[in-house]
């Protein structure tokens, strides 16, 4: 068996600092605990401001956070180059102390393979982690096609095919390295995100977060321009004005780019007192307050990224015993099955209408609670996924051996 000094994996991520990204975190953990090195590129940010750090064996190289891009494809190249610029510095001062064998490029941006082109002429493997489908969420983000969008999906291209293994989040995105990225289906490896069942725990939590309310809603998560947000804002106007639920609170935990618009949308509704903004948070802040919460919300609109995208937040709410209001998405489905209920697409009011329902039903919720729970434990923990992700690499590593031997044979041939 190769030795740790031939089984170091370079990880590069972009959006998240690490540990922070939970799913990387996850990945490089096991990696550490089955013999591999790892180290990681991310950037700075969320309180992970050091240069360098080693954590749980994980070494971890952190570079300044460029500006995040929520503004257009103009802001989006200025974040995007600055990141490229520390990857290139960063992954030479990784090679320099101890050469990698592999790198780990977890989108976005599928820019990530340019890096892996570099360092293949030294014999390094190139491992695609496919988070998010870029052309789609391009395609979110700014509501229309065109010449951007195509370059979005040349850049995916790209990445399948300069990777010689491919880990996806769910079924849906396993299809897309098949059918666009033209990746053979034995190299591609569902990697599930999912939530560490030995941290996440159903609890009382922090009651003060109720301020008094009957029931509680909570959503954790990114606040931006794809996730929803203004549904889920226009939902509770619906359900306290129309409904006439008025002994509820909305506890919405997370960051992101339009935190402060969103905040203003509940203000200019006059419902401020309904809603309470923790700002992001960690660890157990984190589960004090999603455990106090009664109801998991996850307004995410049907769209062609969201309809085949695994979010993270519907996982987190089942592991933790709380029934689901979503849209009726494909991969939202394949994720909750019967914990959660589903609301007529995009449609707040038929939103709020299955909230009220589970407001009223408290039987119903705790039966849905139980189920997302069972359901975490059986099939969707990260301990499911864990084989999956050691298979993926037993492929990489077996493959890049087979490039060497067969190289070794030309050259002998060649004598």
């Not at 666009?180 to 034995?186: A, N």
């Not at 569902?190 to 069942?197: D, L, Y």
Request: hydrophobic share 40%; proline share 5%.
């Amino acid at each position: 068996m190769p030795t740790a000094s031939d089984r170091h994996i370079l990880i590069v991520v972009e959006n998240l600092p690490v540990p922070l990204d939970r799913r990387v975190w996850l990945e490089a953990t096991t990696l550490v605990r089955e013999g591999y090195e790892v180290s990681v590129i991310s950037p700075m940010g969320r309180g992970w401001d050091a240069a360098f750090e080693v954590i749980e064996g994980v070494n971890i190289y952190r570079h300044p956070a460029p500006p995040e891009a929520h503004s257009g494809a103009l802001a989006y190249a200025r974040e995007y180059g600055s990141a490229m610029r520390h990857w290139f510095r960063l992954a030479r001062k990784i090679w320099q102390r101890h050469p990698f064998q592999v790198i780990q490029g977890c989108n976005p941006p599928d820019l990530i393979f340019l890096l892996a082109l570099w360092y293949r002429p030294r014999g390094v493997r190139y491992m695609f982690d496919h988070h998010d489908v870029c052309p789609e969420l391009f395609e979110a983000k700014f509501g229309k096609r065109g010449l951007l969008y195509g370059v979005m999906r040349v850049w995916e291209r790209l990445s399948f095919a300069t990777a010689s293994v491919s880990i996806a989040t769910n079924g849906s995105f396993r299809d897309i390295a098949i059918r666009r990225g033209k990746m053979q289906p034995r190299d591609v490896f569902v990697v599930r995100s999912a939530p560490n069942t030995e941290r996440f725990l159903p609890a009382s939590g922090d009651q003060s977060y109720r301020k008094g309310a009957a029931t509680v809603m909570g959503y954790v998560g990114v606040i931006g321009q794809q996730e929803g947000m203004d549904l889920l804002v226009a939902a509770a106007d619906h359900l306290i004005r129309q409904l006439g639920r008025r002994d509820v609170h909305f506890v919405i935990i997370g960051f992101g780019p339009t935190r402060d618009e969103v905040i203003q949308h509940v203000a200019d509704l006059g419902l401020e007192t309904y809603f309470t903004f923790t700002g992001a948070l960690y660890d157990d802040d984190l589960l004090a307050a999603m455990n106090t919460i009664d109801i998991g919300l996850a307004p995410d609109p049907k769209n062609p990224m969201n309809d085949i995208s695994t979010m993270n937040k519907v996982m987190e709410y089942m592991t933790l015993e709380k029934p689901v209001v979503q849209f009726d998405l494909t991969e939202g489905r394949v994720s909750a099955g019967s914990a959660a209920v589903y609301a007529q697409n995009n449609d707040p009011q038929d939103f709020a209408r299955q909230i009220n329902m589970l407001i009223g039903d408290y039987a119903m919720r705790q039966q849905m609670g139980r189920a997302g729970r069972k359901r975490v434990l059986d099939d969707l923990s990260w301990a499911h996924s864990e084989p999956q992700l050691l298979a993926a690499y037993a492929r990489i590593f077996a493959k890049q051996k087979d490039t060497v031997s067969s190289a070794s044979r030309k050259r002998a041939r060649a004598r």
